[in-house]
T-cell receptor
C-alpha cells in the first residue's frame, strides 16, 4: 500500500527566510505527487503536483518541489516565506493521477517576524 | 479556478440525530467525488468514493450504513451521518474530480460537532 511520511510535525521559520518541508513516499510504481496547503478551518488548496517530466515542479505562491526517485522524496521549498504562508501543509500521493489520494500527517508552518 | 462548495460549513447536532452535508461542484461536472474525514491536528483519511449514478465505494473500516453517500447528479454529492454520536465529531472534506482538464478540487470543509 502507498504511504506518505512528513517527518516534521511543526516548523517555525522567520519571515523572509527560506523553507523546506520534507515528504517521503512509499509506492511501488511511479507515483503522482501533490502538495496542498490548508489554512485554519479551510479546505485544501493545491500548491503543485508532479505527474511526469521535469522533476523540479513550480507551483503557486512561489513554491517549488523536487521529485527525487532515488530518495523517494518530494520536498517542498520556498526561497523567502511570507507571514501569509503560515498554514498546514500536506503532501499526498496517488497511483491514479487525480483520483484517490493518500495524505501525509501534515506539517504546521509558523512564521515569526 | 474551479470551485467546490460544501454546505453547511459547520453544524452542531444532538446525539442520535442525522446530519446531511452537501458537496457541490459549481462550475464543472464531476462524475467522481471523494469524502474525507479529518480529526484535529491529523491528516485527511479517505472515507469513500462517490460515483454519479451508482453506489459509493467505501474504504476499509468505514461503516456504509452510518455514512450514507448519495451522488444523484453530476454536480452534487451528499454525505449523511446517521444516528450521530460524539465520536463522529470531525471535519469532513469533499473533493470533486474535474475530467477535462483533469484536476481534483477540494471543498472548504464542514465541521460537525455532536453533543
Amino acid at each position: 500500500a502507498q504511504s506518505v511520511t512528513q517527518p516534521d510535525i511543526h516548523i517555525t521559520v522567520s519571515e523572509g527566510a527560506s523553507l523546506e518541508l520534507r515528504c517521503n513516499y512509499s509506492y511501488g510504481a511511479t507515483p503522482y505527487l501533490f502538495w496542498y496547503v490548508q489554512s485554519p478551518g479551510q479546505g485544501l488548496q493545491l500548491l503543485l503536483k508532479y505527474f511526469s517530466g521535469d522533476t523540479l515542479v513550480q507551483g503557486i505562491k512561489g513554491f517549488e518541489a523536487e521529485f527525487k526517485r532515488s530518495q523517494s522524496s518530494f520536498n517542498l521549498r520556498k526561497p523567502s516565506v511570507h507571514w501569509s504562508d503560515a498554514a498546514e501543509y500536506f503532501c499526498a500521493v496517488s497511483n491514479f493521477g487525480n483520483e484517490k489520494l493518500t495524505f501525509g500527517t501534515g506539517t504546521r508552518l509558523t512564521i515569526i517576524p | 479556478g474551479a470551485v467546490v462548495s460544501q454546505h453547511p460549513s459547520w453544524v452542531i447536532c444532538k446525539s442520535g440525530t442525522s446530519v446531511k452535508i452537501e458537496c457541490r461542484s459549481l462550475d464543472f461536472q464531476a462524475t467522481t467525488m471523494f469524502w474525507y474525514r479529518q480529526f484535529p491536528k491529523q491528516s485527511l483519511m479517505l472515507m469513500a468514493t462517490s460515483n454519479e449514478g451508482s453506489k459509493a465505494t467505501y474504504e476499509q473500516g468505514v461503516e456504509k450504513d452510518k455514512f450514507l453517500i448519495n451522488h444523484a447528479s453530476l454536480t452534487l454529492s451528499t454525505l449523511t451521518v446517521t444516528s450521530a454520536h460524539p465520536e463522529d465529531s470531525s471535519f469532513y472534506i469533499c473533493s470533486a474530480r474535474r475530467t477535462s482538464p483533469g484536476e481534483l478540487f477540494f471543498g472548504e470543509g464542514s465541521r460537525l460537532t455532536v453533543l
